[in-house]
């Protein structure tokens, strides 16, 4: 995909002024403007269609039985994520949150009956704000995992894996894991990359003799996009829907290694542990989106197709 089908005029203008400014409120809007690609055709920005479809949907009576009685009272949602994660999780250049889970979490909370509320947070602390109860739940790019199952319930919507980002003009010199020994690494505080990732990583390094990785875990994602863009780091580990983004709408700046995905996993909502009846409400709804076509719009919207899952499991086993 082109530059002109992910960003906007202005987004573009933008962003050969700012070196990140993707990752910091450049992005699709409310009502998106259509870009023009070579031959001139109009196509749709990136995200255009996603949010309509999420608005579209019509609560579901089975999905609505599912329902906690105290949550059902609330008539609304308190939903918390970390928008520095692009396509996934973002802000446009109003400020509002939007990306692929914002418009998931607004179709399943359609399918429910119910209004949401989504506020920021830090990604290290958002499961312990689950624990807490301070928020209901959480769409925020996590991957599925043994460990975070074992304190939040989480219900799986689509799939992905880590891959590796690097500066452009140097991705020649990367295409196997070990390229990354004796390197400077980056990742986000408390991701998958960073908790299970680069340690594995690490050993490998270690294991086959060669120089040791030297790990430089950031709290925001932003900055683990900067550290690549200004030499502190070599490469970046993240999600593979993230640095395809990255490599697509800055060229001239980032470059995904294709030859490294990783750990393939899936990601999902996350909520506390409970009696699961609100986990059961979340795999309805979104089994009902699957089932109904809008899922399948959101994700292409998103131009994340190859994501897309079939079924909506609860607390999957995955491998960790």
């Known amino acids: 995909m082109t530059t002109s089908k992910l ?39 990136l995200g255009e269609g996603g949010q309509a479809a999420a608005l579209a949907v019509k609560p579901d009576a089975k999905v609505q039985g599912l329902m906690p009685a105290e949550v059902k009272a609330k008539g609304s949602m308190k939903l918390v994520t970390d928008p520095t994660y692009a396509p996934i999780d973002f802000t446009d250049n109003t400020g509002k949150i939007v990306g692929l889970e914002p418009d998931m979490a607004q179709a399943v909370a359609n399918k429910m009956g119910m209004k949401i509320e989504i506020t920021k947070g830090d990604f290290n602390g958002i499961l312990a704000g689950l624990q807490s109860k301070r928020y209901d739940a959480s769409w925020a790019a996590f991957s599925i995992t043994p460990a975070r199952t074992a304190v939040v319930d989480m219900v799986s919507f689509m799939k992905g894996g880590t891959s590796v980002m690097v500066k452009k003009g140097n991705e020649g010199s990367y295409h196997g894991v070990l390229d990354l020994c004796g390197k400077t690494v980056t990742a986000q505080t408390g991701t998958t990359q960073a908790l299970i990732v680069l340690p594995n990583f690490e050993k490998q390094c270690t294991d086959a003799g060669k120089a040791a990785i030297t790990p430089l ?17 070599q490469a970046m580990l993240a ?19 294709d030859s490294i995905l990783v750990e393939p996993s899936l990601a999902g909502v996350a909520m506390a542990k409970g009696d699961g009846e609100l986990a059961k409400a979340f795999q309805a709804a979104i089994q009902s989106l699957i089932d109904d076509g809008t899922y399948g719009k959101i994700m292409a919207a998103w131009n994340l197709t190859p994501s897309a899952v079939t079924k909506a499991e609860i607390n999957p086993t995955v491998e960790g």
């Open 7 to 45: 960003l906007t005029k202005s987004c573009l203008l933008a962003l050969s002024a700012v070196l990140i400014a993707a990752s910091t409120g450049c992005t699709n809007s409310e009502t998106p403007a259509p870009a023009v690609d070579a031959s001139g055709t109009s196509v749709p920005a």
């Open 239 to 257: 999600d593979n829907a993230l640095t395809a983004y990255y490599s697509q709408v800055q060229p001239e700046a980032f470059a995904q290694i």
């Open 217 to 233: 875990l950031l709290p925001q994602q932003d900055s683990a996009n900067q550290s690549i863009a200004s030499n502190r780091a």
